[in-house]
């Protein structure tokens, strides 16, 4: 209950009023081919996709991806996230500004990684 309480309180504030940029919002991914949706789901954070450009073929709207993060540092979050669409879990790490974030995760102990730059919509 804290634990939930404590997302939804840091995914509340807006940056013009908190010294940490919130997560919580729309964002376009960096290379173009999604747009998502960030915001609480039960004690979690989601991500759900609610744009795909025409033609990609492994994702599509309504995918979630569910973070299990907490904030380490004023503009960095450190967790793990799981991905039902492919049934993978990974590390995470989010560094969050006000219009940019960047992400990375690694799946297999960090054999295969991937960093994107995120934009706010």
Do not use: Y
């Not at 964002?27 to 979690?44: E, M, N, Q, T, Y």
């Not at 759900?48 to 299990?68: A, S």
Request: glycine share 12%; aromatic share 4%.
């Amino acid at each position: 209950m804290l634990k939930t309480l404590a997302v939804l309180a840091l995914l509340a504030a807006t940056p013009a009023h908190a010294a940490e940029p919130s997560l919580e919002g729309d964002w376009s991914r960096g290379d173009g081919k999604a747009k998502v949706h960030l915001g609480p789901c039960g004690g979690d954070i989601c991500a759900v996709n609610t744009w795909i450009r025409p033609g990609v073929h492994d994702e599509k709207v309504g995918d979630k991806l569910v973070m299990t993060i907490r904030p380490d540092g004023p503009v960095k979050w450190t967790g793990t996230a799981f991905d039902p669409q492919r049934n993978l879990h990974f590390r995470m790490t989010i560094e969050v500004g006000a219009v940019k974030m960047t992400t990375h995760g690694c799946v297999l102990g960090g054999l295969i990684c991937n960093t994107m730059g995120w934009t706010r919509l």
